[in-house]
């Protein structure tokens, strides 16, 4: 892995010098810009409207937008973390439309402008990666419970499924030499699904979903490892039996597997999970079991032998 001069050089000098390569590309007319450099490189989008605070939130130092944006893990757009910052913005966010699907009564097909239309909250949460690496986001969505309760889930319905887009012409890391199978598929519990922390994400800081996030829509599940986060959904399945997903087929079973909850005490073949490095930040900290949040749901695995459940 490369390692960014983001973390290696004081803030104030990494973004001076940002400043300057801006300047170099767009002109002096760059400063005049509100946010200046960053303004000049990563087109802004629109402004949500109508955003409430939600909880919880943590009140810990968000991650910079800057940050969020250029430190990324979405391999349709390829294998380095600036690599979605450079391609993300081929990928087509409309028309688009979500379908949600099987054990229940009204299946339906969503548009994302219409789901825009629901009432959007802010939660501040921490996202962990499998690798080692955390920020705080402030994100802008909808518990994915409101999404779900539209279609009116069956008994049935014991797991969700969730399917990123693929756009082959669009997406450099789709059927490129040594990539995983695409469209990249994650699962939840329902239990898990519906949990009020769970979030379809449309949003950060107040603006829609840059497209390296995951845009139109991503899933947010903050107890998790972020790779159960899949971005762009463009389908939802609910069903009896536990789905497959891309992680826990992939790498011939030595990679997490379904729950993937953070567990400072589960180690990953790659990388030990005791600690973490905050994006920004040199020391490194202790990593805390469901990532913060055991409070809220640990109780939905009681019974359950976490060292085995991974
Ligand atoms: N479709 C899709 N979703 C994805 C991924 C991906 O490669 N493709 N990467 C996952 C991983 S490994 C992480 S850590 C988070 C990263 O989210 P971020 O780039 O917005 O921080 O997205 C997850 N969702
Ligand atoms: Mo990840």
Redesign the pocket.
Known sequence: MRIRSSQITPKALYLRRRELLALGAAGAGALLLPGGARAAETPHGRKLEGVKPGQPSTDEKKSSFEE?TH??????FGTDKDD?ARHASKLQTRPWTVKVEGECRKPGTFDIDELLKLPIEERVYR?R??EAWS?V?PWDGFPLAALLEKVEPTSRAKYVAFE?AVQPKNMPGVGAFGAIPFP?LEGLRMDEATHPLTLLAVGIYGEELPK???APL?LVVPWK???K????IVRIRLQETQPPTTWSQYGGGTEYGFYANVNPEVDHPRWSQAKERRIGEVFRRPTLKFNGYADQVAKLYSGMDLRKFF
Do not use: A, H, T, W
Not at 71 to 76: A, H, M, P, T, V
Not at 229 to 232: A, D, F, L, T, Y
């Open positions: 969020i430190y990324n893990n979405f391999y349709e979605p996202l990666c499998v920020m986001i990123s990249y390296q996030d995951g991503r490892y972020g790779f986060s899949v971005k762009s």
